[in-house]
């Protein structure tokens, strides 16, 4: 559900650019150097933040990234960060952005785990390309990861994570990670976010995997 437009967003997002970027070209290959640690993260579609910000304070020694579309989403996941009573943005940043642009902001194998947490389903045929995990997008992500890199999608909606399940095996990835009820068990090193608890709540599979590209030597 599309988040209702916030009059603050644009002038609070402003405000703090050194904290989230609309077009961080400049940092292509630098993030490491930004943010410090050896595995750098990038959730795409980070919402309010929930979990990028409670994955960074649990892993400090690791740099995060997020990306979030909708200016009015970003701006409450930035200001969840910024606001904190124990801010520490030391390992993490926001991109307000489309995830299309990708290429313009990380260098050829600089990310080590892409997330893909309750990526929009896209339900109807037509619109299919314009998921996540689509062709398009895997290619992109294959280019971007690194040698030990990784994509771990958690989704509500079985239709999507079937699908997905294709799109990964047909454009060379091998899954390690596969789970139709991801939260039958305690996970506690796997932030749940407020729009994960609704369906855990009603009884409702998490569906999970985690897949690494088979680049060619």
Not at 6 to 33: F, T
Not at 103 to 124: M, R, T
Not at 150 to 173: A, C, Q, W
Request: contains cysteine; charged residues 35%.
């Amino acid at each position: 559900m599309r988040m209702r437009k916030k009059k603050w967003a644009d002038p609070w997002l402003s405000e703090h650019a050194d904290y989230i970027y609309e077009d961080p070209s400049d940092m292509k290959g630098k993030w490491r150097d930004l943010l410090g640690g050896d595995v750098l993260h990038v959730e795409i579609g980070t919402g309010k933040g929930d979990y990028l910000n409670t994955m960074a304070a649990m892993y400090p020694e690791e740099a995060w990234v997020g990306i979030e579309k909708d200016r009015s989403a970003a701006a409450v996941a930035a200001r969840k960060a910024v606001e904190a009573e124990d801010a520490d943005l030391h390992n993490k940043r926001m991109i307000v952005n489309q995830a299309e642009d990708m290429e313009n902001w990380f260098a050829e194998k600089e990310i080590d785990v892409i997330h893909l947490n309750f990526s929009d389903p896209w339900p109807k045929k037509h619109a299919h390309k314009r998921r996540l995990s689509s062709d398009k997008f895997l290619q992109m992500y294959a280019r971007l990861l690194s040698d030990r890199g990784r994509i771990r999608m958690k989704t509500d909606n079985k239709d999507l994570f079937e699908d997905s399940v294709l799109y990964f095996l047909n454009n060379g990835f091998t899954l390690t990670e596969f789970s139709v009820d991801f939260r039958r068990t305690e996970h506690p090193e796997d932030a749940v976010t407020e729009y994960e608890r609704r369906f855990m709540d009603l009884g409702q599979p998490i569906y999970l995997l985690t897949a690494v590209c088979n680049k060619e030597k």
